[in-house]
């Protein structure tokens, strides 16, 4: 089992930048490829950015391109997402994720908001 819980979100203005982290404990984190995804109001969950289990690989959505970036540190067994030129569009809950070829976790997600 492996649980993750998402920190850093919150209420900032257009253009701002923000930080998520998301630590996991119970399995070590290196086990497992990370991603980040999220679900605005009315919407289904779309894919953020991923990375691999070295974190030597990432990929991230069209949307989000040049302007978030994930990283992680397997020795604190936490994924970070930052995120810079916010937009109102990246308003959503966003939700940490973990999973390898057997298993797949969820954090409870942290509301970001951004205002116009």
């Known amino acids: 089992q492996v649980q993750l819980v998402e920190s850093g979100g919150g209420l900032v203005q257009s253009g701002a930048s923000l930080g998520l982290s998301c630590v996991t404990s119970?399995?070590?984190?290196?086990?497992?490829?990370m991603g980040w995804f999220r679900q605005a109001p009315g919407k289904e969950r779309e894919f953020v950015a991923a990375i691999s289990r070295s974190g030597g690989r990432t990929n991230s959505a069209d949307s989000v391109k040049g302007r978030f970036t994930i990283s992680r540190d397997n020795a604190k067994n936490t994924v970070y997402l930052q995120m810079n030129s916010l937009k109102p569009e990246d308003t959503a809950v966003y939700f940490c994720?973990?999973?390898?070829?057997?298993?797949?976790?969820w954090g409870q997600g942290t509301q970001v908001t951004v205002s116009s």
């Open positions: 119970g399995r070590t984190m290196s086990l497992y490829a």
């Open positions: 994720n973990a999973r390898n070829s057997y298993y797949e976790y």
